[in-house]
């Protein structure tokens, strides 16, 4: 499929690498108290921990600072060694962040006392993740982990397929294009939330080349 195609749910286009799901006259998704509460009660179960010990080991390889968007309960800020700020829309998450002097907003400052980003369960949320990618510097990594479609035709039958609250569906080698565009190259990409549990969940590490 070399052209966009349009299929007949919302407004989801298709191309070979990359879809975009933006539906016509969207409800804002609640990034609310419910949101917030969910990942408070997933932080201390079996598949949680090994995700964030995983997800710990895979960044600490590369940074010993970073900022996590997107911090769903705050798990991995709690979890790492590295040195962790934390930047969320969720007014939860942000209460809880300021309150634990981990807020940093990437929007409003210039200077980044950080050396990674991480987007876990993130970028998909996003219908344009350039405003903040934008922000990484050169040199820089950045860690995320997403949802990956072998064939975008598909994703209306996935678990993954999530009307307003996932924007953005991709396939392995759409999303390393995208990167790519923005020169970030990538270094290493691992199926470990897969192994633990997860349905279809890869985790990628780039990094920042101009």
């Known amino acids: 499929m070399n052209k966009k195609q349009t299929i ?3 407004d989801l286009y298709l191309s070979s690498d990359l879809s975009y799901a933006y539906q016509k006259d969207p409800q804002p998704f609640d990034y609310g108290q419910e949101y917030w509460q969910r990942y408070n009660d997933l932080e201390n179960t079996e598949i ?4 964030n010990q995983f997800r710990c080991d895979f960044v600490e390889k590369y940074v010993d600072s970073l900022l996590d968007v997107g911090i ?3 798990a991995f800020i709690k979890q790492t060694k590295a040195k962790a700020y934390g930047f969320d829309i969720n007014p939860f998450a942000v ?3 300021k309150k634990n002097n981990l807020f940093f907003d990437p929007y409003e400052n210039k200077i980044l006392p950080f050396s990674g980003w991480t987007f876990w369960d993130c970028i998909e949320h996003m219908k344009n993740p350039e405003s903040i990618l934008c922000k990484v510097k050169k040199g820089q990594f950045v860690f ?15 678990k993954h397929y999530k ?3 996932h924007v953005l569906y991709f396939t392995s080698a759409g999303l390393i294009k995208y990167m ?7 270094i ?6 897969t192994v633990v549990g997860r349905d279809n969940i890869l985790s990628f590490a780039f990094k920042k080349q101009l």
């Open 8 to 10: 007949l749910f919302g």
């Open 48 to 51: 949680s921990k090994k995700l």
């Open 72 to 74: 769903g309960s705050g």
């Open 95 to 97: 209460e809880y962040l």
């Open 144 to 158: 995320l982990s997403i949802p990956i479609f072998s064939d975008l035709t598909k994703v209306k039958q996935s």
């Open 163 to 165: 009307p307003n609250e």
């Open 180 to 186: 790519n565009k923005m020169d970030f190259v990538c």
């Open 188 to 193: 290493e990409i691992s199926d470990e939330e």
